[in-house]
């Protein structure tokens, strides 16, 4: 058990256009006490049988709680501790024996985009090779779209998310591929997260097939312009059939000249230069991490750089999966992703990449809820999502099931049965 833990809670951050699917579940919520708003009340959550707050401080990462309560204050975790030790609260919900968790953070997505690729999926699935060429399908699509489904297609992926418990995620442009296309996915991505990537380096443009270094010299110039404005960070697909580490490294030098802050995804289908290229610009989080030294997991373990690891994308190529174990054992810090995209991984179940880390990477239940919230907000550079501490946005949800062990132990069971999102109940 634990001791209460209170805070003087500081003033709000403004808070970020609510993406439409959290308003739609919003205008469907229950209110507790038609005397208070949510905005204002503090509501206690008791009869937790087991509380993640991800508080090292409690005697392990995951820092569980047994017979635990949670206040929430506005938008902000308030209290966390022994249910007998609660303090007194306008409204009060009882989670009936269930564990509590922060909501998921997913930090690497691919939500702009129209289409899908069923076919190339099928024929995967039926003995071909996965290989970065068919991001093209997928920017003829989106290319063809209009900015109203595009913005359809957005809304529908984050009710997905949100209804399996992320509360925080970020997205990525990468299937326009111009300058006018790159910049209105951005504005799309950004009227739902702060977490907008600018990826206009996913691979080169099927118009300079013959001319990478013209597209290089593109998106490192009028496209990065255009699209800087929209964006917290600046991404590329380092990878044979993609951009190599010197093309890598001038257009993430170029974004963060532009006040962009890099991320990479970095040996996917082979080794190469990604990982130690994330390390030496500090980049937040190299993404995929499948194919590595020991030098690159040295120089993670050694730096400020989280491994994204996306096993949504081994289950949907067959391919090799990430050896989560080895990265863990050296201290690097991972955190878990869908990597929701319509070709190489087209799920946003973050619970189901959670089954996958523990069935087939290495992982313990409580490594990959660990690497799903707090690792996924650290990929972020956030602390103030991903955990239940004073302080902390009230992201979190209810499972229908007394232990988030049952994440791994029950895949594929639809286990979240109450969503908050910014001390909102929109599930």
């Known amino acids: 058990m634990t001791p209460g833990r209170s805070f003087e809670r500081p003033a709000p951050e403004p808070d970020p256009t609510a993406d439409q699917a959290t308003k739609d579940a919003m205008s ?13 009340a503090s509501t206690l959550i008791t009869n937790i049988a087991a509380l993640v707050t991800n508080d090292p401080s409690l005697g392990s990462p995951l820092g569980l709680v ?25 409204n009060r919900v009882d989670a009936g024996g269930r564990a509590v968790l922060p909501g998921f953070v997913d930090s690497h997505s691919h939500l702009v985009f129209a289409g899908d690729r069923t076919q ?80 206009g380096a996913h691979i080169v443009a099927p ?27 600046i991404d590329v697909f380092c990878e044979q059939g993609a951009f190599d580490g010197d093309q890598a490294r001038a257009i993430l030098t170029a974004g963060r000249e532009r006040g962009l802050h890099p991320r990479i995804h970095a040996n996917q289908l082979s080794y190469g230069p990604g990982v130690r290229l994330a390390v030496e610009l500090d980049a937040a989080s190299a993404d995929h ?6 030098e690159d997991v040295d120089a993670l373990a050694n730096s400020r750089t989280v491994a994204t690891l ?5 289950f949907s190529t067959r391919a090799e999966w990430p050896d989560a174990r080895r990265l863990l054992d050296a201290g690097v810090t991972v955190a878990l992703s869908t990597d929701c995209n319509p070709g190489s991984s087209f799920t946003s179940s973050v619970p189901f990449c959670i089954a996958l880390a523990v069935r087939d990477m290495g992982m313990t239940p409580d490594e990959a809820v660990w690497s799903a919230t707090a690792g ?15 302080g902390a946005y009230a992201d979190l949800m209810l499972l229908d099931a007394p232990s988030h062990v049952h994440l791994a132990y029950r895949p594929g069971v639809p286990l979240v049965t109450g969503v908050w999102r910014r001390g909102e109940r929109v599930l």
């Not at 900015?147 to 990525?172: I, P, S, W």
């Not at 991490?289 to 020991?294: E, G, M, R, V």
């Not at 996306?310 to 081994?314: N, S």
């Open 207 to 233: 118009e300079f097939a013959e001319d990478p270094a013209a597209y290089v010299a593109l998106v490192t110039g009028e496209m990065l312009d255009a699209c800087a404005p929209h964006a917290r960070w």
């Open 376 to 390: 996924g907000a650290a990929a972020l550079r956030r602390t103030d999502i991903g955990r239940l501490t004073p």
């Open 120 to 199: 190339e999926f099928n024929a995967r699935m039926s003995g071909r090779p996965y290989s970065a060429g068919g991001i093209r399908t997928t920017v003829a699509a989106t290319r063809a779209a209009t900015d109203e489904e595009l913005e359809a297609n957005v809304t529908r992926y984050l009710a997905e998310a949100l209804r399996q418990g992320t509360t925080t995620f970020e997205t990525k442009s990468g299937y326009g591929l111009t300058v006018e296309d790159e910049a209105r996915a951005l504005r799309v991505a950004a009227a739902h997260t702060d977490e907008v990537t600018y990826l």
């Open 66 to 90: 047994q017979d635990a309560a949670v206040v929430i204050e506005g938008d902000r975790i308030a209290w966390t501790g022994d249910q007998s030790k609660a303090p007194a609260t306008d």
């Open 28 to 40: 469907n919520a229950t209110t507790v006490s038609p005397a208070h708003s949510a905005s204002t």
């Open 310 to 314: 996306l096993p949504g994308a081994e």
């Open 289 to 294: 991490c499948t194919h590595l030294t020991d």
